[in-house]
């Protein structure tokens, strides 16, 4: 089976040759391992997946004592469908829906955060939430994001940043062959390539603990 570009990469093989200039296919399939890789060490920095997607029944613990927000793990949320407490035990969870006024989802779901009114006293699993959440991502359609029903709606700084580092990295890879070589067994550190403006980005949208 050929390889594949993630379903959920944040750029693609053309936009990436677009920045470079380059018009022949010989480097493709290095350049797609290399936008797989800096789309997994991104979200990985960031503790979320960007392309939107639904969860269904993510468990939350709460440590301490009652909380009053809890940031899902995913966001922004286009949807939250079901919000539950668990009033059973750990190996036996009778899950219940909490009343629609007993909690509110802030910010009309851009941040991810659920308000819950009286708060929830701690516990394993004690939250159940199904969600939808993430962006949008299409890239034939970049730009539409303001449209009344827009198919991209991905950040265009978190696309910059992956096209960035696939590029400072596909150019540095020239300069010593030991690193070429060294991908190929999956050894980079994404670390080593971030300037402050790249570290600037993903700190705009690191996830932030389930609990506050």
Same mark, same amino acid.
């Given at each position: 089976m050929a *390889?594949?570009? #993630?379903?959920?990469a #944040? %750029?693609t093989v053309q936009?990436v040759k677009d920045?470079?200039?380059i018009?022949?296919t010989?480097s ?9 890789g800096? %789309?997994?060490?991104v *979200?990985?920095?960031?503790?979320r997946?960007?392309k939107?997607? %639904?969860y269904?029944n *993510?468990v939350?613990?709460i440590? !301490? !004592?009652?909380?009053?927000?809890v940031? #899902?793990?995913q966001?922004?949320?286009s949807v939250? %469908?079901?919000?539950?407490y668990?009033?059973g035990?750990p ?8 009343i629609?006024?007993?909690y509110? #989802?802030?910010e009309?779901g851009? +941040? !991810?955060i659920?308000?819950i009114f009286g708060g ?8 159940r939430a199904?969600?939808t959440a993430g962006?949008k991502?299409?890239?034939?359609n970049?730009?539409? @994001?303001?449209?009344?029903?827009p198919?991209h709606?991905?950040? @265009?700084?978190? +696309? ?5 580092l696939?590029?400072?990295w596909f150019k540095k890879r020239d300069?010593a062959?030991k690193e +070429?070589q060294?991908?190929e067994? !999956? ?6 390539l971030?300037?402050s ?6 700190a ?8 506050v």
């Amino acid at each position: 089976m050929a *390889e594949k570009l #993630l379903a959920y990469a #944040l %750029t693609t093989v053309q936009r990436v040759k677009d920045r470079m200039s380059i018009s022949v296919t010989d480097s493709d399939t290095l350049i797609q391992r290399l936008i797989n890789g800096v %789309t997994d060490f991104v *979200e990985g920095e960031c503790n979320r997946r960007f392309k939107e997607d %639904t969860y269904t029944n *993510e468990v939350y613990t709460i440590h !301490g !004592g009652k909380r009053e927000f809890v940031f #899902l793990k995913q966001a922004p949320v286009s949807v939250l %469908t079901t919000l539950e407490y668990r009033a059973g035990t750990p190996g036996n969870p009778n899950y219940t829906a909490f009343i629609r006024d007993n909690y509110e #989802l802030l910010e009309a779901g851009k +941040s !991810g955060i659920i308000k819950i009114f009286g708060g929830v006293p701690r516990g394993i699993d004690s939250i159940r939430a199904t969600y939808t959440a993430g962006y949008k991502i299409n890239f034939a359609n970049a730009g539409d @994001a303001g449209d009344t029903t827009p198919t991209h709606t991905l950040p @265009a700084d978190l +696309s910059d940043l992956c096209e960035r580092l696939v590029v400072r990295w596909f150019k540095k890879r020239d300069q010593a062959g030991k690193e +070429s070589q060294a991908f190929e067994g !999956g050894t980079i550190t994404w670390k080593d390539l971030l300037d402050s403006e790249d570290r600037d980005t993903i700190a705009r949208y690191v996830r932030l603990a389930p609990f506050v």
